[in-house]
C-alpha cells in the first residue's frame, strides 16, 4: 500500500510539472518572456503618434537621399548629407518632447521654444554647412541642401506649416536644376546619382510638408501633460536622447537559447576631444612632460619687487642683453640719419624723354643757377627734391613738374601742356613765354610770374595749397601782385540740390 501511494503522489507531481511546463511553452509562443534590446533599452514609455509618424517619414525619405550621397563619392558633399541627417535627428528630438509636454504659457512660450532649440542643437547643426563650400564639385549640391533646411524654421512658427516648408522645395530646385542640366544626359552610375540626389532631396521636403499638414496643422503641436518650462526642456531632450541611444549593457534573451549580456560600442570621440589630446600628446612630446617651468630658478623674496621684502640693493641687475640692444636701436638711428643723399644728378633720359633734375642742393644761401636746353617739342623736364636752386629751361617742350623741392626757382620759356608744382615749399615759377595750364597741389608758398602773352591763356587748378600769388607786370611797368584765394563759401540749394560756392570777401577786393 505504501508503494502504491509513493507511486501515486509521483505521478501527481510529474502532472503539475509537465502542466507547469505547458503554460511555459504558450507563454513563449505568444511572445511573452522575449525580447531585445531595444526592448530593455527602453524606459517603457509609450512613444507619442505624432514621433511614430515622423520615424516613418524619416526611414522612407532619408536612406534613398543618403545613399545618392554614397554614390557620389564626395567628401564634402558626405559631411553636408550627415548634417542634414543630424538635423532631422534634432527635428525628432524637438517634436518628442513638444508631443511630451503641454504648451508653454503665452509669455514664455518664445524662450521656453528657443531654450528647446538651443538644447537639440537644431541651429548649430544647420550652421555647419557654412564651413563647406569649397569643393567646386558639389557646389551647388551644398547649396541646395542649404536652402532645403531652411524649412527647418517651421518649429517656431505660429500658423500652418507646410506652405513655409513647400517654399524650401522651390529654392532648392533652384540648385538642383543646375546638377540636373549637367548630368540629365549622361548614362553612368555617378550622374544618375546625381539626378536621383535632386529627386530625393526635393521628395524630402515635400513629405515633411505632408506630416506637418497632417501632424502639427497650427504650428508645433503639444502634448496634454504639465506645460515645458525652460528649466525643464534640457531635461526634456537629455531624456529623449537617452531614450533613443542604447545603454552601456543590454541582455538579450531569444526563444530556445541562453540570456547573453551584451556590451555596447565605446562612444566615438568628437573632433574637438581628439584635437584636444591631440594638442596635449605634442605638448608632452616637445617638453618632456615636463611644465613650461621646469628648469628656472627659483626668486627669493627680497628680489621680488611686489613684496614687501623686497630690497632694492639686493635685486639682480636688469640683463646685460638690455642694454645693448638699446644701444643698437641708437646706432641704428644714427646710421640711418647720417645716411648720405643720393649723389645731384642732371641729364637727359632717352627711353622716356625726360630731363631729370635732382637733389640738387646749393652748398651756401646764394641759390645755384642750373641751365637745361631743350631741343625737341616732346620732352619733359622733372626737377626732383632740390633746394635753394635756380633752374633755367631753355627752348619749347612738353610740360615741366617741380617736385618736392625747397626754395626752388624755376624759369623756362614755352610749355605745351602744362606746368605742376607738387609737394613744395616756398617755390617760385616764372613764365617768359606762355603756358597753358598751371596747377598747384600741396604746396605751401608758390609765386607765379607771368608774362604779358600767357596772361590770357594761363589756367590755374589749385589743391590743398597755401600763400599762393600770381604775379604780372602792367601796361605802365609796375608789378601787380594777386593771391589765389583759399577760403570760399559754400551754401546747399534745396531746389536744385547743388552747391554753391563764392570766394571769401578777404579776396574780393583783390579777385
Not at 49 to 58: E, K, L, N, Q, R
Not at 144 to 152: G, P, S
Request: aromatic letters at 6%.
Amino acid at each position: 500500500m505504501s508503494s502504491s501511494a509513493s507511486l501515486q503522489s509521483i505521478e501527481q507531481t510529474l502532472a503539475e510539472v509537465l502542466s507547469r511546463l505547458g503554460s511555459i511553452e504558450n507563454k513563449l509562443e505568444s511572445g511573452q518572456g522575449s525580447g531585445d534590446v531595444s526592448a530593455s533599452c527602453s524606459s517603457g514609455s509609450e512613444v507619442p503618434p505624432a514621433v511614430i509618424a515622423f520615424d516613418a517619414h524619416v526611414s522612407s525619405s532619408l536612406p534613398p537621399l543618403l545613399a545618392a550621397i554614397d554614390t557620389i563619392g564626395s567628401d564634402e558633399l558626405a559631411t553636408a548629407g550627415k548634417c542634414l541627417a543630424s538635423c532631422w535627428d534634432a527635428m525628432r528630438t524637438i517634436v518628442a518632447v513638444s508631443s511630451s509636454h503641454g504648451r508653454p504659457s503665452g509669455s514664455e512660450y518664445l524662450e521656453v521654444l528657443g531654450e528647446l532649440m538651443k538644447s537639440s542643437g537644431l541651429m548649430e547643426r544647420f550652421s555647419g554647412l557654412s564651413k563647406l563650400g569649397k569643393d567646386r564639385d558639389v557646389t551647388n549640391h551644398v547649396k541646395a541642401i542649404t536652402e532645403a533646411l531652411q524649412c527647418l524654421s517651421w518649429v517656431s512658427m505660429n500658423g500652418k506649416p507646410e506652405a513655409f516648408v513647400m517654399d524650401a522645395v522651390g529654392s532648392a530646385e533652384f540648385w538642383s536644376n543646375r546638377i540636373r542640366k549637367e548630368y540629365r544626359n549622361k548614362d553612368d552610375e555617378v550622374s544618375k546619382a546625381q539626378i536621383t540626389f535632386c529627386v530625393k532631396l526635393s521628395s524630402l521636403v515635400k513629405e515633411l510638408s505632408a506630416y506637418t499638414k497632417e501632424w502639427h496643422t497650427t504650428g508645433l503641436a503639444w502634448g496634454k501633460g504639465a506645460a515645458l518650462t525652460k528649466s525643464a526642456a534640457q531635461a526634456g531632450v537629455d531624456t529623449v536622447s537617452a531614450a533613443t541611444t542604447p545603454t552601456a549593457t543590454a541582455t538579450v534573451k531569444t526563444k530556445g537559447a541562453e540570456s547573453k549580456t551584451v556590451k555596447a560600442a565605446p562612444p566615438v570621440k568628437s573632433a574637438a576631444d581628439a584635437s584636444e589630446e591631440l594638442k596635449a600628446a605634442l605638448l608632452a612630446k616637445t617638453t618632456g612632460g615636463n611644465s613650461a617651468a621646469t628648469g628656472l630658478k627659483k626668486v627669493p623674496r627680497d628680489q621680488q619687487t611686489w613684496r614687501k621684502e623686497y630690497k632694492k640693493d639686493s635685486a639682480t641687475p636688469a640683463p646685460a642683453s638690455s642694454a645693448p640692444s638699446k644701444a643698437v636701436t641708437s646706432v641704428k638711428a644714427k646710421s640711418s640719419s647720417n645716411k648720405p643723399p643720393p649723389p645731384p644728378k642732371i641729364e637727359f633720359h632717352a627711353p622716356t624723354n625726360k630731363w631729370l633734375v635732382e637733389h640738387q642742393v646749393s652748398p651756401t644761401q646764394t641759390p645755384i643757377v642750373l641751365t637745361v636746353d631743350v631741343t625737341d617739342l616732346k620732352h619733359q623736364v622733372y626737377i626732383y627734391k632740390c633746394t635753394n636752386v635756380t633752374v633755367v629751361v631753355k627752348g619749347r617742350f612738353k610740360n615741366i613738374i617741380v617736385d618736392s623741392c625747397v626754395r626752388c626757382n624755376v624759369i623756362f620759356d614755352t610749355v605745351l601742356i602744362s606746368t605742376e608744382v607738387f609737394n613744395g615749399k616756398s617755390c617760385k615759377v616764372q613764365i617768359n613765354g606762355t603756358c597753358p595750364s598751371f596747377v598747384i597741389d600741396k604746396t605751401d608758398g608758390c609765386q607765379v610770374y607771368l608774362s604779358k602773352e600767357t596772361m590770357a591763356v594761363t589756367k590755374f587748378v589749385t589743391s590743398k595749397s597755401s600763400e599762393m600769388n600770381v604775379c604780372w607786370q602792367d601796361p605802365s611797368g609796375d608789378m601787380k601782385e594777386v593771391p589765389i584765394p583759399e577760403q570760399f563759401h559754400h551754401q546747399l540749394n534745396p531746389e536744385t540740390g547743388k552747391i554753391s560756392s563764392e570766394v571769401s570777401d578777404l579776396y574780393t577786393s583783390n579777385c
